[in-house]
């Protein structure tokens, strides 16, 4: 199961559109709400419905696990319920993915260490023992990051690839004139 964690202020391009190529792509994702009202309103206003709340998120269950960026990001980087999961995911070796300045989440607790990544432009001090790239998606290991909104059907795509195969993501990509 991929969860896409929410917290208000997300960008809602970098969370809606990678969720929207998964699920085209049969990937089963659910997108969560880290408060415990379940509406959580985008960086542009646009309010969206989580399929959960946070604490409805089985640990074991997580094949992936992604943050979006945009302000809301300083609020999953404030949850300790966020952290939790960071954690049993790189313990449990399941995907992490983040995009924007989510990125700097995973840098700040040193999991980029010694990896690729890349983040939105100004983030990357957060990126602590990173090698930082300029590409928009960049996949190391268990981690892929992207660079912003613009990168977000790229990351979605780079996701399916990686959950699914490379014909699935092109077929997809040419299905949606990408």
Do not use: W
């Given at each position: 199961?991929v969860?896409?964690?929410?917290?208000?202020?997300?960008?809602?391009?970098?969370?809606?559109?990678?969720?929207?190529?998964?699920?085209?792509?049969?990937?089963?994702?659910?997108?969560?709400?880290?408060?415990?009202?379940?509406?959580v309103?985008?960086?542009?206003?646009?309010?969206?419905?989580?399929?959960?709340?946070?604490?409805?998120?089985?640990?074991?269950?997580?094949?992936?696990?992604?943050?979006?960026?945009?302000?809301?990001?300083?609020?999953?980087?404030?949850?300790?319920?966020?952290?939790?999961?960071?954690?049993?995911?790189v313990?449990?070796?399941?995907?992490?993915?983040?995009?924007?300045?989510?990125?700097?989440?995973?840098?700040?607790?040193?999991?980029?260490?010694?990896?690729?990544?890349?983040?939105?432009?100004?983030?990357?001090?957060?990126?602590?023992?990173?090698?930082?790239?300029?590409?928009?998606?960049?996949?190391?290991?268990?981690?892929?990051?992207?660079?912003?909104?613009?990168?977000?059907?790229?990351?979605?795509?780079?996701?399916?690839?990686?959950?699914?195969?490379k014909?699935?993501?092109?077929?997809?990509?040419?299905?949606?004139?990408?």
């Amino acid at each position: 199961m991929v969860y896409i964690l929410l917290a208000d202020g997300f960008e809602e391009i970098e969370a809606l559109t990678p969720a929207d190529i998964m699920r085209r792509a049969g990937i089963e994702v659910s997108t969560v709400s880290i408060k415990k009202d379940m509406v959580v309103t985008g960086a542009h206003g646009i309010p969206v419905t989580a399929d959960m709340s946070i604490h409805e998120v089985m640990p074991g269950n997580v094949t992936l696990l992604m943050l979006p960026g945009g302000a809301g990001h300083e609020l999953l980087d404030a949850s300790n319920e966020v952290h939790y999961l960071i954690n049993e995911a790189v313990t449990r070796a399941s995907y992490i993915a983040a995009i924007c300045a989510a990125p700097s989440i995973l840098g700040k607790k040193m999991i980029l260490e010694g990896k690729k990544a890349t983040c939105f432009p100004g983030f990357e001090k957060y990126l602590y023992g990173a090698e930082i790239k300029e590409d928009k998606v960049v996949v190391d290991g268990k981690i892929i990051t992207g660079k912003g909104a613009g990168a977000a059907a790229e990351f979605g795509f780079t996701i399916v690839e990686i959950l699914k195969d490379k014909k699935t993501a092109d077929t997809l990509r040419e299905q949606m004139q990408y």
